[in-house]
């Protein structure tokens, strides 16, 4: 018991915090230089040489593709599930110039195929949060077919409305 009374009056040895704040400012120093680093361009950054910057230096901008747009009749579905509703939707294909009058030619086959998609698809598959991306992928896909190789490069949906 003697013992213990002495380690009482005695006051406890406190660590040093000195390795903690060197730790810290070792660390904030660190963070610093490499925000600095990377933010003026010496680690990641495109090299710049102002003094030998000439005209060849600018960036050279590409051809627009050679591409027209079909329109293709909007369309109104009823939609047959449980609640009767309706859907707008107007479209635009994305067609090789080239290509224009053969695909005009055969737009009453693309509508009755867009047509036919649509009629099948569901109100639960319309009102999910991705279901317009998955639509446009279908569509597109048959559009293509129905057309024939890559004469279509694109469905632009310009009008997707239920009601």
Known sequence: MAEEEE???KPAKKTSKMPFLLGLVLAVAGGGGGFYAVYSGVLFGAESHAEDATEEDT???ADMPDVTFVPV???IVSLSDRGSGTLRFR????VRSQYKSEVERLLPRVVDVL???LRAVSIE???NSAALVRLRAQMLRRVQ???GGDRVSDLLIMEFILN
């Open 145 to 147: 077919i129905v057309t």
């Open 125 to 127: 598959d319309i009102r």
């Open 115 to 117: 047509n036919s998609y």
């Open 59 to 61: 960036p050279v901008v």
């Open 7 to 9: 380690n009482a009056d």
């Open 91 to 94: 479209a635009q294909l994305e």
């Open 73 to 75: 009749e909007p369309l």
